[in-house]
């Protein structure tokens, strides 16, 4: 039989691999700096610990023990018990879960009003420039926590009130990223063609610009994140946040430090809001990093 001549084409090699996307590459990128997975390991633990805390805690957050007020880290309480017996274990638990919920609301509030003021902003230019950034600057007068302090004192001390005056007083700062990126971008080539072909504003506002922009709109939103949880924190210690009996970070700290005596009542809520806001700082300083290497490689 004749031998059987000419070239094979080459097998699919295992090193032959689909690209990439670029979300996978920067969370490849977040997960490899030790802050990344840091920041990432503890907030899993908090969120968890957070979600789980109905059936992790020994007892209800609000339950009163007449029997065991101000006691100190015991095998019954291992964080020990309010001034009016409630377990400081359980309403630290809990306590995760509101002031996560408070971070999240605000700044995905912040994130989505202030971005669309921004892009608003950038695109129309004139008059509604002027106007829309003259309030930003308004806001931006006062510093973070002054605002804070003085919306919920108009709106009154409460949960939802606490997380529009964060939004509100972080929403700013996504404006005048967004309208800075839609100024740069707005003359670039592919928005100009676009506009040439017929392209409405909003299909070229979302489909051409925002994903230039959402990177770095993500990047501030996680730096933020720390930010607005100190300031939750504070306004339910200054008791204009969440009211008791709801457990919260902040107000457990308020009402431990005038126990002095009771260290436990205030150290551990303390540590609780010192470990999410170090986790925060850390994974936002990774998620800048990231996108500031894809950044980096886009124009390499």
Not at 70 to 88: C, L, N, Q
Not at 143 to 157: F, N, Y
Not at 248 to 274: D, K, N, R
């Amino acid at each position: 039989m004749a031998a059987v001549t000419g070239s094979m084409p080459p097998a699919a090699t295992a090193t032959q691999r689909a690209p990439r996307s670029p979300g996978a590459i920067i969370l490849r990128r977040i997960l490899g700096s030790w802050q990344g997975r840091f920041g990432t390991i503890v907030l899993a633990i908090i969120v968890a610990l957070g979600l789980l805390a109905p059936w992790l805690s020994p007892y209800s957050p609000v339950d009163i023990d007449p029997e065991a007020f101000s006691m100190p880290p015991s095998a019954a309480h291992w964080f020990g018990t309010d001034e009016i017996g409630r377990d400081v274990l359980s309403r630290v638990l809990h306590g995760a879960t509101v002031s996560l919920q408070v971070v999240i609301f605000a700044i995905g509030l912040a994130l989505i009003a202030g971005s669309l003021l921004g892009l608003v902003s950038g695109w129309l230019g004139g008059r509604w420039d002027a106007l829309i950034m003259r309030i930003m600057d308004a806001f931006l007068a006062f510093p973070l926590l002054v605002l804070a302090l003085s919306i919920v004192a108009v709106l009154g001390p409460d949960l939802v009130n606490a997380m529009l005056a964060i939004a509100i007083t972080k929403m700013p700062g996504f404006a005048r990223l967004v309208r800075a990126e839609v100024l740069s971008l707005r003359e670039a080539d592919y928005v100009v063609a676009a506009q040439a072909a017929g392209a409405r504003p909003l299909r070229i506002l979302f489909k051409h610009i925002w994903p230039n922009v959402s990177g770095n709109v993500i990047v501030y939103g996680s730096l933020s994140a720390s930010q607005a949880l100190i300031t939750e924190s504070a306004l339910s210690f200054l008791g204009l946040g969440v009211q008791p009996p709801t457990p919260s970070w902040g107000y457990m700290v308020a009402t431990g430090i005038q126990f002095y005596q009771s260290w436990w009542m205030s150290f551990f809520p303390g540590l609780a809001i010192f470990l999410t806001v170090l986790a925060l700082n850390f994974l936002g300083d990774a998620v800048r990093d990231a996108f500031d290497a894809r950044l980096g490689d886009s124009h390499g």
